[in-house]
Nanobody
Framework: QVQLVESGGGLVQPGGSLRLSCAVSGSIGNINVMGWYRQAPGKQRDLVAAIAYSGSTSYADSVKGRFTISRDNAKNTVYLQMNSLKPEDTAVYSC????WGGGVSWGQGTQVTVSS
C-alpha cells in the first residue's frame, strides 16, 4: 500500500513563501512523474507543477517564475517552493504521483492560505 504524506501548508501573508513536501512510502516500485495540484473553493483541481524522473519540469502559467518544483528520488519526496505568494494562490494543494507501471496515487491535501 502506498502512502503520500504532505506537509508545509499554512497561513502566509501576500509576498511570503512556503515550502510543501510530499513523502511517498510503502510498496511504491518506481515513480515516474511527481506533481502538485491545487483546488480553490468552487473551482476545479488544476495542475500547478510536475517533474519527471529525468528532472524535466512543467508549470502552470500562473506560477511560472514564482514556484519551483524539485524531487529527491532517494527519499521518494517531491517539494514545491512557493515564493511571492498571492491571495489567488489560496487553495488545497495535493501531490500526485504516477508510477512507471501507470498507477496513480494522491495525497490527502494540505491547505495553503495567503491573506493579510
Amino acid at each position: 500500500q502506498v502512502q503520500l504524506v504532505e506537509s508545509g501548508g499554512g497561513l502566509v501573508q501576500p509576498g511570503g513563501s512556503l515550502r510543501l513536501s510530499c513523502a511517498v512510502s510503502g510498496s511504491i516500485g518506481n515513480i515516474n512523474v511527481m506533481g502538485w495540484y491545487r483546488q480553490a473553493p468552487g473551482k476545479q483541481r488544476d495542475l500547478v507543477a510536475a517533474i519527471a524522473y529525468s528532472g524535466s519540469t512543467s508549470y502552470a502559467d500562473s506560477v511560472k517564475g514564482r514556484f519551483t518544483i524539485s524531487r529527491d528520488n532517494a527519499k521518494n519526496t517531491v517539494y514545491l517552493q512557493m515564493n511571492s505568494l498571492k491571495p489567488e494562490d489560496t487553495a488545497v494543494y495535493s501531490c500526485r504521483i504516477v508510477f512507471w507501471g501507470g498507477g496513480v496515487s494522491w495525497g490527502q491535501g494540505t491547505q495553503v492560505t495567503v491573506s493579510s
